[in-house]
């Protein structure tokens, strides 16, 4: 597929009767924003899958998308009482995080997510080709959805000692739904061991999250909240500590003898006051 200025132009008309910025239009049709960007830009190609997502999501007809002449009624027309919440391509993605958790990655059939989706195996196909396309997609989900729940957690903390304390909790597996977001972070550690492109965001991803954590530290350093210490690597050991105890945390039935939530809680917070706090 040779890149095409129109289907550029016509995808940027697709993002700006959407009505929202380029990075949330990627998030709505789980594509990584840099790729959006790189094709809207001409450094890229769109695939096809990707101009599958583009066309439900944006509900035009992806032969429009393609050049054809004059756009067919639009899809969102078609199938507007049937269309899931979000459209098909972040439901498909739902469902499969939803198995993953449940099953583990390599349980998890396509037929499975038709399924769960109500859909056929060929609509599942069609906007994600191969389950390294879906896979990936469960992955930027996930980081997404953490990204966004980060941002609004600390978003009304009081300080910097505040905002590292919500940070921590947003970490720690109390709910069903964070035992089950945990259950996929811990398959897609060992799936990114396996995977080039998982791998790559996978470090992305605990990348961000170090950064955030990092520039907390700083802040509150700067502050006089914490004592002075090297911020990366507080981060780093932090993240390390979270990790372990969460996976301690889900080795353990609810309501059985082992690591609780609050047990992991308590040694965080007694982590942070014995190498952080200010005294």
């Known amino acids: 597929m040779q890149h095409d200025p129109e289907v550029a132009d016509r995808v940027r008309k697709v993002i700006a009767d959407a009505g929202v910025t380029q990075r949330e239009f990627a998030r709505r049709i789980v594509m990584d924003p840099s790729k959006l960007s790189r094709s809207l830009g001409g450094t890229r190609r769109f695939t096809a899958a990707e101009l599958a997502r583009i066309a439900d999501t944006g509900g035009v007809d992806a032969g429009w998308l393609l050049g054809a002449a004059r756009p067919a009624e639009p899809a969102a027309r078609r199938e507007r009482a049937v269309a899931p919440e979000g459209g098909r391509p972040l439901q498909i993605v739902r469902e499969t995080v939803r198995l993953i958790a449940e099953r583990g990655f390599h349980a998890v059939r396509v037929q499975d997510i038709a399924v769960a989706c109500d859909a056929s195996t060929a609509a599942i196909h069609y906007h994600f080709p191969g389950r390294d396309d879906l896979l990936e997609a469960a992955v930027r989900w996930c980081m997404d959805e953490d990204t966004a729940r980060r941002a609004a957690r600390i978003a009304d903390a009081a300080d910097t000692a505040d905002e590292l304390r919500q940070l921590i909790e947003l970490q720690i597996p109390r709910t069903p739904q964070q035992r089950w977001q945990w259950s996929v972070w811990l398959d897609l550690w060992a799936e990114a061991a396996r ?8 470090a992305d991803y605990y990348r961000q999250w170090r950064t955030t954590v990092a520039d907390v530290i700083r802040r509150g350093i700067a502050e006089g909240v914490f004592r ?19 996976t301690q945390v889900l080795a353990t039935a609810p309501d059985s003898p082992g690591t609780s939530p609050d047990d992991m809680h308590e040694s965080l917070v007694a982590y942070v006051d014995a190498t952080l706090t200010a005294r």
């Open 228 to 246: 002075p210490a090297d911020p990366e690597a507080a981060a780093l050991r932090l993240t390390a500590l979270i990790d372990g105890l969460a």
């Open 195 to 202: 995977s080039t492109a998982v791998g790559r965001l996978h």
